[in-house]
């Protein structure tokens, strides 16, 4: 409804306002101990009042160093310029903009209640023009490294291995206060440790919520990782050698 722009009754009131309560609780905690906070992205139907929340975290926040970070899903063909947009309003307003940047993992649902409901769907026609929306945001924001923090969160090898190579093209050094790099908690373990041992940033992204969310989120994830060709069979293999190395049957 929040999203919608609809009118709230009472109840509804009172649940967002406990929401908003406890976000500016955490986004002030973190603030407060210098840690950053990534706001995760959600279905498209209620993303507007998640985005409106991060855009007011970062406005009081991200004054001087990247502490709140939005999440923008280029799977959704309208987040190339929304990221654009969000650019020039955080300069308009004096504030760092930070983003996480990812793929997304909501297609079918996504694309399930756009044909229910009768209206365009949100979601790029295929994965080409996801991952090419995806890399075009990664341009843009090395473009306006100045401007712009951000994550590239991903556990893909090429998009990681690309990332580097377009910073030493652009001679930004490796441990860039704007530019990070994230994989989930168990997962990529392979990219995280060798971008950390050449002085990138990286951190490993820990879902928080209840069971009954974060098992079907993590769920996601793994169906996700499991669609890059080669990946987890890559993954395995490595566990596997490592496992090996250590002389553990």
């Known amino acids: 409804r929040l999203s919608g722009k609809k009118k709230l009754d009472a109840k509804s009131q009172a649940k967002c306002e406990r929401i908003q309560h406890r976000v500016e609780e955490i986004c002030a905690i973190a603030y407060a101990g210098g840690q950053p906070v990534f706001i995760d992205a959600e279905e498209s139907w209620i993303q507007d009042a998640i985005d409106r929340m991060a855009s007011e ?67 790029q026609p295929d994965k080409e023009a996801t991952d090419r929306d995806y890399d075009a945001a990664i341009d843009y924001c090395l473009d306006h490294i100045d401007d712009i923090a951000f994550v590239a969160g991903t556990h893909n090898e090429k998009s990681t291995q690309l990332l580097a190579q377009k910073m030493r093209a652009r001679e930004i050094p490796e441990d860039h206060p704007h530019i990070f790099y994230s994989q989930l908690y168990g997962m990529g373990d392979n990219l995280s440790y060798v971008l950390a041992k050449n002085n990138y940033n990286v951190s490993k992204y820990v879902p928080y919520g209840p069971v009954k969310d974060a098992i079907p989120y993590l769920i996601r994830r793994a169906q996700e990782n499991s669609s890059a060709a080669g990946q987890v069979s890559r993954e395995l293999d490595l566990i596997r050698k490592e496992l090996e190395r250590r002389r553990i049957d």
């Open 57 to 123: 975290m970062m406005e009081r926040y991200n004054l001087e160093r990247p502490i709140i970070f939005n999440t923008l899903q280029m799977y959704r063909s309208d987040r190339l310029q929304y990221l654009k947009e969000s650019r020039r309003e955080a300069k308009n307003n004096g504030y760092l903009l930070a983003v996480k940047i990812v793929r997304g993992a909501y297609m079918e649902k996504e694309r399930a209640r756009a044909l229910e409901k009768d209206y365009p769907s949100p979601i």
